[in-house]
């Protein structure tokens, strides 16, 4: 009799698990190659993958660009109210159809860092805004310092474009990452 206890405690783990959306973030391992609809085939060649690539991140810059001006709200996930994590979400999902994990936290861990000078059009901005340590706020880079975010506090908040070097993202900036295959 215990053993088919622990087995329904072990299957009611499993359960919870894939119902959580925990497993949803390692459908796709970053960097992004395939599993989209924008993805390059596998034979693609050298150059037809890299601007596969090149269009998805646009697809997703564009897509980005369409949410300015929509206010923030915590847990956000839609047009009425979204955070940092879940603006970067329902970009990725509107352009690609893709399920990003859903905090800025899962986003820095699932990403591949990379140094900012090798950040392009596309990639993600890591900052350390709370006074936990940790990484906080998530945006989309835009190129040449520039960058698309939901802000939760300041002058301006809601998806908003700012710049690497105001002082405030300058100060918490705390990496890049890339989706996207160089």
């Given at each position: 009799?215990?053993i088919?206890?622990?087995?329904r405690?072990f299957?009611?783990?499993?359960?919870?698990?894939?119902?959580?959306?925990?497993?949803?973030?390692?459908?796709?391992?970053?960097?992004?190659?395939?599993?989209?609809?924008l993805?390059?085939?596998?034979?693609?060649?050298?150059?037809?993958?890299?601007?596969?690539?090149?269009?998805?991140?646009g697809?997703v810059?564009?897509?980005?660009?369409?949410?300015?001006?929509?206010p923030?709200?915590?847990?956000?996930?839609?047009?009425?109210?979204?955070?940092?994590?879940?603006?970067i979400?329902?970009?990725f999902?509107?352009?690609?159809?893709?399920?990003?994990?859903?905090s800025a936290?899962?986003?820095?861990?699932w990403?591949?860092?990379i140094?900012?000078?090798?950040?392009?059009?596309?990639?993600?901005?890591?900052?350390?805004?709370?006074?936990?340590?940790?990484?906080?706020?998530?945006?989309?880079?835009?190129?040449?310092?520039?960058?698309?975010?939901?802000?939760?506090?300041?002058?301006?908040?809601?998806?908003?474009?700012?710049?690497?070097?105001?002082d405030?993202?300058?100060?918490?900036?705390?990496?890049?990452?890339?989706?996207?295959?160089?």
């Amino acid at each position: 009799m215990p053993i088919i206890l622990i087995m329904r405690v072990f299957s009611f783990i499993i359960l919870m698990f894939l119902s959580s959306g925990l497993c949803a973030a390692r459908l796709y391992a970053a960097p992004l190659e395939r599993g989209y609809s924008l993805a390059p085939k596998v034979t693609a060649s050298p150059e037809e993958k890299t601007q596969a690539y090149q269009y998805a991140r646009g697809k997703v810059i564009e897509a980005s660009r369409k949410y300015e001006g929509v206010p923030y709200r915590y847990g956000g996930t839609t047009i009425n109210g979204l955070d940092c994590s879940g603006f970067i979400g329902i970009c990725f999902k509107d352009a690609l159809g893709v399920i990003l994990p859903r905090s800025a936290s899962a986003l820095y861990a699932w990403v591949e860092r990379i140094p900012y000078e090798k950040a392009k059009a596309g990639d993600f901005l890591f900052f350390k805004t709370g006074a936990s340590g940790g990484i906080t706020h998530v945006a989309l880079y835009l190129g040449e310092r520039r960058f698309i975010h939901c802000a939760s506090s300041g002058s301006k908040t809601g998806v908003i474009y700012s710049n690497l070097d105001e002082d405030y993202w300058a100060e918490t900036y705390a990496g890049a990452g890339r989706a996207f295959p160089e």
